[in-house]
């Protein structure tokens, strides 16, 4: 019988990342003959206090006018719009996830936990996606495992998808994180917020999608029967795209004579209803790839795209971190918009580089979960 192994992530089939980085975890995982599963997790749904209106205040009063009107129009045609779209493009990656993720029938509560069943599994992952955002989840304790004894709590490569904890979070942190049996993180500012509140070294991990090869990821691609004949500029924004990202956008399009596609705009709606499978293709096949995702920028940089990195614009602090990390790692600092020139040939781009990084960084987090999972 097949030792189990049980992924707590983000739940949801709203966002690409968090349904592709599901995917990858469970195969490198089931590559070392598990039996893996994701658990569901029992949300609550509450909006966080330490998410104040002061901050949504600041970013209109920095704002121009023109800016103001464009996300008070956005806002308006989200809700008038937008909604139409989404139940249809969750039943797209509501049928990604059916296809391609083995995903629980019971839904984990914390206050109602089933020990009996719990005991069916060997070990428990957190990760990878932001699932220590204290902004996104409250601080849930299932993200850490709390449920499960403390020599089955793995956790790799989880994001705090921010580069400070609210003062209100510290303590609940520093004792979770304390009794993780075994740490790792996504990104820098993480492994500074882990040693701070708890004096533990944790090992900065890639992304499970960056695991899995060029060749893997095709395998699962889909063609989207809209995508164009000719070449094209991508967008994938997951913040606000203000007027001068827009113009930045536009005069890079511009230049390089391509037509623009936007995966997240309800305006450009089929493109918006395209499943994470369509997702790969597109960015595969872009004469160039714009983004402030995180993810975005991986799936750029394994199927060697040329991309622009913008920082993310939003309610919450800055989301940045994890990106900064990727580029620093990959040696792709130049690929932020700050310090390119939109002038210059933004579509030739040299990944020869790619290849042995990838290689180091690969065999590190096999290592790393090897060790966890006590394979070695």
Same mark, same amino acid.
């Given at each position: 019988?097949?030792?189990?192994?049980?992924?707590?992530?983000?739940?949801?089939?709203?966002?690409?990342?968090?349904?592709?980085?599901?995917?990858?975890?469970?195969?490198?995982?089931?590559?070392?003959?598990?039996?893996?599963?994701?658990?569901?997790?029992?949300?609550?749904?509450?909006?966080?206090?330490?998410?104040?209106?002061?901050?949504?205040?600041?970013?209109?009063?920095?704002?121009?006018?023109?800016?103001?009107?464009?996300?008070?129009?956005?806002?308006?045609?989200?809700?008038?719009?937008?909604?139409?779209?989404?139940?249809?493009?969750?039943?797209?990656?509501?049928?990604?996830?059916?296809?391609?993720?083995?995903?629980?029938?019971?839904?984990?509560?914390?206050?109602?936990?089933?020990?009996?069943?719990?005991?069916?599994?060997?070990?428990?992952?957190?990760?990878?996606?932001?699932?220590?955002?204290?902004?996104?989840?409250?601080?849930?304790?299932?993200?850490?495992?709390?449920?499960?004894?403390?020599?089955?709590?793995?956790?790799?490569?989880?994001?705090?998808?921010?580069?400070?904890?609210?003062?209100?979070?510290?303590?609940?942190?520093?004792?979770?994180?304390?009794?993780?049996?075994?740490?790792?993180?996504?990104?820098?500012?993480?492994?500074?917020?882990?040693?701070?509140?708890?004096?533990?070294?944790?090992?900065?991990?890639?992304?499970?999608?960056?695991?899995?090869?060029?060749?893997?990821?095709?395998?699962?691609?889909?063609?989207?029967?809209?995508?164009?004949?000719?070449?094209?500029?991508?967008?994938?924004?997951?913040?606000?795209?203000?007027?001068?990202?827009?113009?930045?956008?536009?005069?890079?399009?511009?230049?390089?004579?391509?037509?623009?596609?936007?995966?997240?705009?309800?305006? &450009?709606?089929?493109?918006?209803?395209?499943?994470?499978?369509?997702? @790969? #293709?597109?960015?595969? /096949?872009?004469?160039? =790839?714009? %983004?402030?995702?995180?993810?975005?920028?991986?799936?750029?940089?394994?199927?060697?795209?040329?991309?622009?990195?913008? &920082?993310?614009?939003?309610?919450?602090?800055?989301?940045?971190?994890? @990106? #900064?990390?990727?580029? /620093?790692?990959?040696? =792709?600092? %130049?690929?932020?918009?700050?310090?390119?020139?939109?002038?210059?040939?933004?579509?030739?781009?040299?990944?020869?580089?790619?290849?042995?990084?990838?290689?180091?960084?690969?065999?590190?987090?096999?290592?790393?979960?090897?060790?966890?999972?006590?394979?070695?």
């Amino acid at each position: 019988m097949q030792k189990k192994i049980g992924i707590i992530t983000l739940n949801g089939y709203v966002n690409y990342g968090n349904r592709l980085q599901n995917y990858a975890l469970q195969e490198v995982v089931k590559s070392y003959g598990f039996d893996v599963e994701t658990i569901w997790v029992d949300i609550k749904k509450n909006n966080p206090k330490d998410i104040p209106l002061l901050i949504k205040a600041k970013n209109i009063l920095k704002s121009s006018p023109k800016d103001n009107y464009e996300r008070l129009h956005n806002k308006v045609t989200g809700i008038l719009y937008k909604k139409k779209l989404n139940n249809k493009r969750e039943r797209i990656f509501r049928n990604f996830s059916r296809k391609h993720i083995h995903e629980t029938t019971f839904k984990l509560d914390e206050n109602n936990i089933n020990k009996g069943l719990l005991d069916e599994y060997e070990y428990f992952i957190t990760g990878s996606d932001q699932v220590w955002n204290p902004f996104f989840r409250k601080g849930d304790p299932a993200y850490f495992l709390t449920f499960a004894p403390k020599e089955k709590r793995i956790a790799y490569s989880p994001s705090f998808g921010t580069d400070q904890i609210p003062e209100d979070y510290i303590d609940r942190y520093k004792k979770w994180i304390s009794e993780m049996h075994r740490l790792s993180v996504r990104e820098e500012a993480g492994a500074k917020i882990i040693k701070e509140l708890t004096g533990r070294d944790a090992p900065v991990l890639i992304d499970p999608t960056l695991m899995l090869s060029k060749e893997k990821w095709l395998s699962i691609a889909n063609v989207p029967s809209n995508k164009p004949k000719t070449g094209y500029l991508l967008t994938y924004f997951l913040g606000r795209i203000s007027r001068a990202k827009r113009k930045i956008i536009n005069k890079i399009a511009k230049n390089n004579h391509l037509k623009i596609i936007n995966l997240a705009q309800p305006n &450009d709606k089929l493109p918006y209803l395209s499943g994470p499978s369509e997702f @790969i #293709d597109y960015i595969n /096949s872009s004469s160039i =790839f714009i %983004t402030d995702s995180f993810h975005g920028a991986v799936f750029s940089i394994l199927l060697e795209t040329p991309f622009v990195v913008f &920082d993310r614009e939003g309610k919450f602090p800055s989301m940045n971190s994890r @990106i #900064d990390t990727l580029l /620093s790692t990959f040696k =792709f600092e %130049t690929r932020h918009v700050d310090k390119i020139n939109i002038n210059s040939d933004l579509l030739k781009m040299d990944f020869s580089h790619v290849h042995p990084i990838l290689k180091l960084q690969r065999q590190k987090a096999f290592e790393y979960l090897e060790d966890a999972l006590n394979l070695k």
